[in-house]
């Protein structure tokens, strides 16, 4: 009888180690997924601000 207790505190212990590396992992998708969005808004300003350089200094 204790061996059958010990089995499946083992598992779910094992089962919860896992619940718990899964959201870290998910926490730290969301991080990149931040960090990515806003990588690619700060490129958009910078090519906006090269498309205004570049209209600025054309010659008429």
Do not use: C, H
Not at 23 to 52: A, H, P, S
Not at 53 to 59: D, E, H, R, T, Y
């Amino acid at each position: 009888m204790i061996g059958i207790w010990a089995t499946i505190t083992v598992l779910l212990l094992g089962f919860f180690s896992l619940v718990i590396q899964l959201k870290k992992i998910q926490r730290q998708q969301r991080y990149l997924e931040t960090q990515q969005y806003d990588m690619w808004n700060q490129i958009g300003r910078y090519e906006k601000e090269l498309k205004l350089q570049k209209a600025a200094n054309k010659p008429e």
